[in-house]
């Protein structure tokens, strides 16, 4: 009987071996395993390959036999070390290792070691690999640095220099050898050390490439203690080893030398020709208003040449109204006539501080030029005035800078159209002129439906254009005595005077509507726009500027509520319908904090097993006496008024606590699916409300699916991306609702961390009719499976449906078919019900 178990017992340690030996065998490095006496025991193929001997060549050599001869006494030392403190070492922890092959050629290489404790002893797996190819690219990288024409370090995070070329040493007048023992900040000068150190970290935290340059005032210390200033060019590296810079240095002291000299010869230059230099007209009288001298700059200002204005009347460049107007202004200030002549130019100049004002020059080709002219009286010692210096510049500039302020305080920057306030000036000069002569006026308010398509899939400069297209299109359609204004964004007024009824107004929104939805060409991009409008009548809709575009504004978000691309008209009914809304917010706040509320859940069932493996929690309100109120009525509300934050949350809470019960009652592991609006996936805290709800209520991260849209994903892709990566790190699955009616593309897929996807209820309803509808569902089938993404269809019916569904291999369903959603309470009795269709 011992025998027998001690055969049994060989057998199992044989084939653990065997076990081993395949485990090693399909290792894609060279393995080896090693005995304490540094006999060869086992090898894989990969070894064979690595060092040309065969299998049978290396079993019960010694491993000594695989390094080359330089290496094989320390080498001896080192296994004996090991076998002494066996410990795992990490692939790479030694460095400039080499094999030795058959051929008696050397293999750069790295080693990671595990030891081994077996029955019979203990025993070392080395795992190898070749790193001749990263050797080479060090080397070439090596090369690179060496024929840079500047000095170049290369710098680990810690500040330890790893890699010089030759004019490094030449530059800082150290050694190679020197070099690599010393960190960075013994180049630079002690002053600069302390902060050096802090610029270094922040290099490393935040790494960006940083131009030749880009810092002034940079100093290098030589190794004889002398500075030289230098310039200084940042690239990180990112190596298996770790993250580095990479510093070109250049010399600068010649650079700067020369700027010296250039500085200087430039003053002495400037103190030689001030006075021709000077941008500004510079022009000399005497006190009888003769030119005594002007400078190029005047010459320039006035088409003259010096010749033809010395000896001639200042008055030569200065109109005769304007000299008019000035003198009746100095009569007034000074209480004295003063002639419309050059005593102008006398009274101004001979006040104690220089008279600075705006005028007008005539040119020699007869053109008027806008000046600032500065003038000041001359003086001899004595301090009598001897002639008068004026100062002129051009500020045509500056003038039609002015004239574009006034005109943009008044207009759109985008389309020069009139903005608002040029638009109430209008609209209250309108109502004047009604309430005077009689008649009507109409305010149209216009708003492009779904532009932030446009803007979101091709950019804003495309949607800027389409701006411009869309506000020539409507000038076109008005009279010229009508006003076209843009408030912002894709916001445009009409104002309409002197209408005679309605229906001369519907004609001109006929007219326009057909304008706007003509095919635009931008580019290559052929654009299709419509647009809601809505109208209010001055005075049947008000009697001021604020009401009438209010309720215009108001006609307008009805004409997107009907469908969007349509005209509406005002009326008190629309105000009516906003104050229901109000009121319906201020329900639901409360509904909220108390207890109408209720969650009811509708099943997922496996379309692989006829299993209920789910559910979706759907919010119902019940007001009572007033009865139901339908999702589609207070969720808008809900995103409208801000609400859907405060609601949301309660769903995900309230849904988790009920999922754990119904989970509990029926002992099946039920995920649940929660609803996600556009104002919780935006919120940064998102995770952490989600977080909560799972710990406060003890479900499973993985119990639970967040259904978002494709619109959400679409809005702002790479935040999107972030937030649905935050959501992953707690666990919980991500869901895309209503897949197929947005406007994204199946490509999205790929870049969003997705788990499965829920196919709109619009595309099932018809698939066994609409082969249209059909071949969507069997695409996104296939896609979406060959991304590992599971598909649920919403709105399954009939059994013909589920049958379509089954056969092209749509993992789960939800609809009528098995069940419409009930309470917590109710939904453990479907189960069995379901399960039996």
């Known amino acids: 009987m011992p025998g027998k178990v001690e055969a049994l017992r060989r057998s199992a340690s044989i084939s653990e071996e065997q076990r081993m030996r395949l485990v090693i065998e399909a290792t894609p490095n060279a393995m080896i395993m090693v005995d304490g006496s540094g006999a060869i025991v086992l090898v894989n193929s990969q070894t064979e390959k690595l060092f040309g001997y065969g299998r049978s060549e290396l079993l019960g050599q010694r491993v000594e036999m ?295 020059y005539l040119r020699k080709d007869g053109s008027r030029l806008p000046v600032n002219i500065a003038i000041t009286a001359m003086r001899d010692d004595q301090g009598k005035v001897v002639g008068f210096l004026k100062v002129a510049y051009d500020i045509t500039q500056r003038k039609r800078a002015e004239a574009f302020i006034r005109h943009m305080a008044h207009h759109d920057a985008l389309t020069g159209l009139p903005n608002r306030t040029l638009l109430f000036d209008r609209l209250e000069m309108a109502i004047h002129q009604v309430q005077r002569s009689g008649g009507q006026l109409a305010v149209l308010m216009l708003d492009l439906d779904h532009f932030k398509r446009v803007n979101d899939s091709l950019g804003h400069q495309i949607g800027d254009r389409l701006l411009l297209s869309i506000a020539k299109r409507l000038q076109d359609s008005v009279r010229q005595v009508d006003t076209v204004a843009r408030l912002g964004g894709d916001e445009f007024v009409l104002l309409l005077t002197d209408v005679g009824s309605r229906g001369e107004v519907v004609a001109i929104v006929d007219k326009i509507s057909k304008a706007i939805v003509m095919p635009i060409q931008i580019d290559s991009h052929e654009l299709l726009i419509a647009a809601s409008i809505g109208g209010s009548l001055f005075p049947g809709d008000g009697d001021d500027p604020v009401t009438l575009l209010k309720h215009a504004d108001t006609a307008m978000y009805h004409a997107k509520a009907a469908g969007r691309s349509n005209f509406q008209w005002f009326s008190q009914a629309m105000l009516e319908q906003t104050e229901e809304k109000l009121a319906l917010s201020t329900a639901l706040r409360r509904a909220i904090d108390g207890e109408d509320l209720a969650i009811h859940y509708q099943p997922e069932i496996s379309l692989k097993n006829g299993r209920v493996v789910g559910m979706e929690a759907l919010v119902r309100w019940d007001r009572g006496a007033l009865g139901m109120v339908s999702p589609e009525r207070f969720i808008p509300v809900a ?149 590992n993404i599971s598909v649920v269809a919403e709105g399954v019916e009939t059994e013909q449906q589920q049958r379509y569904l089954q056969e092209r291999g749509c993992d789960q369903a939800q609809g009528f078919r098995y069940s419409k959603a009930v309470l917590a309470g109710e939904f453990g009795a479907l189960i069995p019900m379901i399960e039996s269709l």
């Not at 002007?294 to 033809?308: T, V, Y």
């Not at 009616?741 to 829920?758: A, C, M, N, Q």
């Open 66 to 360: 695989l390094v080359p001869a330089r290496f094989r006494h320390h080498h001896d030392g080192y296994r004996r070390g090991f076998f002494a403190h066996p410990d795992t070492r990490a692939m790479g922890a030694g460095r400039d290792l080499y094999g030795l092959r058959k051929d008696g050629s050397e293999v750069p290489i790295e080693i990671g070691l595990n030891p081994l404790q077996m029955p019979e002893g203990d025993f070392v797996l080395a795992a190898i690999i070749d790193i001749t190819e990263r050797k080479r690219a060090e080397q070439r990288l090596r090369l690179v640095i060496e024929a840079a024409p500047n000095a170049m370090l290369m710098v680990n995070a810690r500040g330890g220099i790893v890699l010089v070329n030759s004019q490094t040493e030449q530059l800082f007048g150290h050694t190679r050898e020197e070099l690599l023992a010393l960190s960075i900040e013994a180049l630079i000068p002690s002053r600069f050390r302390g902060r050096h150190e802090g610029y270094r970290k922040g290099f490393f935290a935040q790494p960006d490439a940083r131009a030749m340059g880009a810092g002034r005032d940079l100093y290098g210390l030589r190794k004889d203690g002398s500075e030289v200033p230098i310039e200084i060019g940042l690239n990180p590296l990112q190596t298996e080893e770790g993250s580095f810079v990479l510093a070109s240095v250049i010399d600068i002291t010649e650079r700067i030398g020369a700027e010296k000299l250039s500085r200087a010869a430039q003053a002495d230059l400037l103190r030689q020709s001030i006075l021709d230099s000077l941008p500004f007209s510079i022009i000399a009288t005497d006190v009888d208003g003769r030119i005594l001298t002007a400078n190029p700059a005047a010459e320039r200002l006035l088409g003259f040449g010096r010749h033809e204005l010395v000896g001639q009347s200042a008055l030569v460049m200065h109109e005769a109204v304007e000299l008019e107007r000035r003198a009746s202004e100095l009569s007034l200030q000074t209480h004295a006539v003063i002639p419309p002549n050059f005593q102008v130019i006398v009274a101004s100049g001979s006040q104690d501080t220089a008279d600075e004002r705006e005028w007008t």
């Open 639 to 787: 995103e409208e008024s801000g609400l859907i934050l405060q609601l949301g949350e309660w769903v995900l809470r309230s849904a988790c606590a009920e999922c754990v019960g119904i989970r509990q009652q029926t002992g099946r592991l039920l995920k649940l699916a929660v609803n996600v609006s556009p104002r919780q996936f935006q919120q940064k805290e998102w995770p952490l409300i989600v977080r909560r709800a799972l710990d406060d209520s003890g479900l499973p991260a993985d119990s639970l699916e967040l259904e978002i849209t494709e619109g959400m994903l679409m809005q702002h892709p790479e935040d999107g991306v972030d937030m649905l990566r935050a959501l992953r790190k707690l666990g919980v699955g991500v869901v895309v609702d209503d897949f197929g009616t947005g406007f994204s593309s199946l490509s999205y897929l790929t870049r969003f961390p997705i788990d499965k996807i829920k196919i709109d209820r619009s595309f099932v309803r018809d698939l066994t009719t609409d082969t249209a509808d059909a071949a969507i569902i069997c695409a996104i089938l296939a896609m979406a499976h060959s991304l």
